[in-house]
């Protein structure tokens, strides 16, 4: 299946961009049921379209990652949280951040209605988090790339939560 949006630079996280066998495409899962792993491999892959989304030719755009806050109608009165609105990720356990973005092209993450991302580290006490986000935006992308050198990619995060808190999920 090929990878498909419907306009430039707009990816829903919902939306299945990572391919974990041949063919076969996931997004994120929120609550939780998702695999963190998985879904910071999915969010990562988000991130790369976004900026491989930017020809280096130009037109120049940043891209826009939604999280959809509610899986399910909010009721009056609640809380306005469900299994929709938290977004577990998980890194690689040894220090290194959970999402390391090399970019120069402006991202905006945005949440709607209660989105919350949150950096699970599990009960394993060997498990060393690192940071959530990492962001390098005067790097180098490596020997076969452009450098990035003047800081202009920039990241936005609106109406989200991140909790980078030791969590337990049950069941």
Not at 68 to 97: K, V
Request: net charge negative.
């Amino acid at each position: 299946m090929p990878i498909m949006w419907s306009q430039p630079a707009i990816f829903n996280v919902l939306d299945p961009w990572y391919e974990v066998s041949l063919g076969v495409f996931v997004g994120m899962v929120p609550g939780p049921g998702g695999d963190p792993v998985q879904n910071t491999q999915v969010l990562l892959a988000i991130i790369n379209l976004a900026q491989a989304s930017n020809d280096q030719s130009g037109p120049y755009y940043g891209a826009i990652i939604v999280f959809p806050g509610h899986s399910q109608l909010a009721t009056q009165g609640g809380t306005g949280e469900d299994d929709g609105g938290i977004y577990f990720m998980q890194g690689p356990g040894d220090g290194t951040p959970t999402i390391p973005i090399v970019s120069n092209w402006p991202i905006k993450f945005l949440g709607t209605g209660s989105a919350k991302l949150l950096n699970y580290v599990g009960t394993d006490e060997d498990f060393v988090a690192g940071d959530f986000f990492s962001i390098q935006t005067n790097g180098d992308y490596g020997p076969d790339c452009d450098k990035l050198e003047d800081n202009s990619g920039g990241m936005t995060f609106e109406n989200l939560s991140k909790r980078p808190l030791r969590t337990v999920l049950l069941g």
